[in-house]
């Protein structure tokens, strides 16, 4: 696979993710919540994958090793990072906790340069700079009152950073996409079954366009989004992938403006001109290569 291809579906990935929020607070309307949400769009899509599994004769077999490694990664990239950012939520905004969290190719790139030593070029910081500065125009700043709400947000930040750069230094990059998307969801689907033992948040009764919407919801985050980005890490790294991923906030601005009515101010406008201007020269970059 070309780079170019890496790059057009890791951004795919980031559009698709950027969108099904959209489709997430129509369920809301009808009674839903966030922790419900994550458990049904990982459960349905099960069968699905199951199916694919079945019929490419897929092997689900995992040795002791990608066993706990998968464990270690399902539980911060989809757990974790769930629950501590829809947790922020209850102390800050929803736009201050998203924007927060999308501080995580910083940490992707502090992770992946500190621990694992890998070069990072002078692009890359440059790219990051004009990213972060264009996610800082999005910030409320109001709320950096409520300290616990923006520290989970900032945590869910670093556990999904820790999500994709396991995927790739574990090794699970080179695993089927079937397969791993399979036990992602598994994974996410058991933890919070057995959350829902002391929390009680799951809403197992709802309406019949609310399951309909979480079928789409789960196609879209848990398997086309999931199984592209985990593409994107394979061929062009961590790092990389994870700045690619910063289309995400322009796409649910974009989204939200054309079906909700949402409104664009100038500070997002601005900060959706510098994340594009960070892509571009990632973009230009990844060409001359």
């Known amino acids: 696979m070309t780079k170019n ?18 489709l997430c607070s129509m369920t809301y309307e009808f009674g839903n919540n966030p ?15 199951g199916v694919l599994i079945i019929k490419n004769k897929i092997s689900l077999k995992l040795n002791k090793d990608e066993f706990f490694k998968m464990i270690i990664i399902g539980m911060f990239g989809a757990v ?6 829809y947790s922020s939520y209850s102390y800050i905004g929803v736009g201050t906790a998203t924007t927060l969290h999308f501080m995580y190719p ?3 790139l502090v992770i992946c340069h500190f621990v694992y030593k890998d070069h990072i070029t002078t ?14 125009f999005f910030i409320d700043f109001n709320d ?4 616990q709400g923006v520290a989970m947000a900032l945590v869910s930040g670093v556990t999904f950073a820790i999500y994709l750069v396991g995927i790739e230094k574990a090794g699970l990059s080179s695993m089927n996409n079937y397969k791993l998307s399979f036990y992602l969801s598994a994974i996410v689907s058991v933890s919070l079954l057995v959350f829902n033992i002391f ?26 989004a999931l199984i592209f980005l985990k593409i994107g890490i394979q061929e062009l790294g961590s790092t990389l992938a994870s ?21 664009v101010g100038i500070m997002k406008i601005l900060g959706c001109l510098f994340i594009v201007a960070a892509m571009a020269l990632l973009v230009i970059k990844s060409k001359k290569a």
């Open 144 to 147: 950096f009152s409520r300290i």
């Open 106 to 108: 910083l940490f992707v």
């Open 5 to 22: 291809k890496a790059i057009l579906l890791t951004i795919i990935s980031a559009l698709i993710y950027g969108f099904t929020p959209v």
């Open 123 to 136: 692009r890359q910081y440059i790219s990051l700079f004009l990213a972060m500065v264009g996610i800082a």
């Open 199 to 224: 929390t009680n948040q799951i809403i197992f009764i709802q309406p019949v366009s609310n399951y309909l919407l979480m079928v789409c919801i789960g196609l879209l985050a848990s398997f086309i």
């Open 35 to 49: 922790y419900t949400l994550t458990f049904f769009r990982s459960l349905f899509v099960l069968p699905i994958l």
């Open 80 to 85: 974790f990072t769930t629950l501590l950012l």
């Open 243 to 263: 700045m690619f991923c910063l289309f995400e906030p322009i796409s649910s601005v974009v989204f939200g403006f054309i079906l909700l009515n949402e409104s």
